[in-house]
């Protein structure tokens, strides 16, 4: 292969067989379940990295069910997310994220710089409660329930929330171990669809593990939950601030 062919052909790894194929990705019938929480603000400040501001002490613990994705396909993710402003600007910082597709996993630390790690997530109705889980191996990890589709939930206002920035610190490193690009990213949600949106009571446990620290960020109230489901478009993203930069 010549050089050009490498230059012209290169956008993952391995090169001639890449684990996700080009974007843009478009997810149907995404579904959302987040339980939004209180938490230490000393904890959150110890993670967030500035430029980024702590907005509140708050976390949104959000379990994602995506049946249908373009090149990513079918799988389930959840994670932490963060209030924080940037510039005076309301947004979310994404601070871990869990699931179980290897091509996803790629993907999203590449091109966005997603905290992206393998472990099984999972998210089921059981009866009257929706119910997920995390477990790394075989430990849980996370365990939320919230009373299933209790109370309808204004469209407007989860639309604004999804319309929000979010920012990831992405970092690849150089060959000798030294951080080659260390960037905040900023990306937002495009095309989006609501189809529905539900809340209703909730409850929330995160439990301690050696390399899955969701307790590092640990519960202290329960705040609100939320349900819903969408079709929407997941934007490539921009540099918001290069640490490398002198």
């Keep these: 292969m010549k050089i050009e062919d490498v230059r012209r052909t290169a956008y993952s790894m391995p090169l001639t067989n890449p684990s996700f194929p080009p974007g843009p990705y478009r997810f149907y019938d995404r579904e959302y379940f987040i339980v939004t929480y209180k938490t230490d603000r000393e904890a959150l400040e110890a993670v967030v990295p500035e430029p980024l501001e702590v ?40 601070h871990a994220m869990y699931l179980d597709d290897e091509g996803p996993i790629a993907g999203g630390r590449e091109l966005w710089g997603f905290p992206k790690k393998l472990a099984k997530p999972k998210i089921a109705v059981e009866s009257d409660v929706l119910v997920g889980s995390l477990h790394y191996g075989s430990v849980l990890c ?25 920012f990831i610190l992405k970092i690849i490193p150089h060959v000798d171990g030294s951080p080659r690009i260390c960037e905040l990213v900023r990306f937002h949600l495009e095309e989006i669809t609501l189809k529905e949106a539900w809340t209703g009571p909730a409850a929330l446990g995160l439990f301690p593990h050696a390399l899955c620290d969701v307790a590092r960020l640990p519960v202290r109230e329960v705040v609100s939950a939320l349900h819903y489901k969408a079709d929407l478009t997941l934007g490539l993203g921009s540099v918001a601030f290069d640490y490398m930069a002198k």
């Design 142 to 166: 996370a365990s939320a329930t919230m009373g299933y589709k209790h109370r309808k939930v204004d469209h407007d206002a989860v639309l604004k929330s999804m319309k929000a920035p979010n």
């Design 55 to 94: 907005a509140e002490p708050v976390v949104k613990y959000e379990f994602i069910r995506m049946p249908d994705s373009t090149g990513f396909g079918d799988y389930t993710e959840t994670g932490q997310v963060i209030p924080v402003r940037f510039k005076g600007e309301e947004g979310a910082y994404t």
